[in-house]
Nanobody, 115 residues
Framework: QVQLVESGGGKVQAGGSLRLSCTASGSILGMNNMGWFRQAPGNQREPVARIHVEGETTYEDTVKGRFTISRDTAKNTVYLQMDSLKPEDTAVYYC?????????WGQGTQVTVSS
């Protein structure tokens, strides 16, 4: 089992920044991808960014150039730096991790961007 704990959500005005953190614990050996999805009210959960154990990163087009995913391997933590936030970025952000073909999810953290 892998446990994921997120933090860093909150409310910010458009153009502002937030940084999300996700710390993994438990059976993390063999964990490969980690990253973030988000879900806005009435919408499906959608991918945002991911980082592979070897460091390769992937971003959705809607956040490219504004969001940056990084990790601290020693702390088993993944970060999502979100800059130039827009009202359409408002959503619950979920951290995920993949281990042994299984996907683990965090509890979610709310991000609200006001215009």
């Amino acid at each position: 089992q892998v446990q994921l704990v997120e933090s860093g959500g909150g409310k910010v005005q458009a153009g502002g920044s937030l940084r999300l953190s996700c710390t993994a614990s438990g059976s993390i050996l063999g964990m490969n991808n980690m990253g973030w999805f988000r879900q806005a009210p009435g919408n499906q959960r959608e991918p945002v960014a991911r980082i592979h154990v070897e460091g390769e990163t992937t971003y959705e087009d809607t956040v490219k150039g504004r969001f940056t995913i990084s990790r601290d391997t020693a702390k088993n933590t993944v970060y999502l730096q979100m800059d130039s936030l827009k009202p359409e970025d408002t959503a619950v952000y979920y951290c995920f991790a993949v281990r042994g073909g299984r996907v683990y999810w965090g509890q979610g953290t709310q991000v609200t961007v006001s215009s």
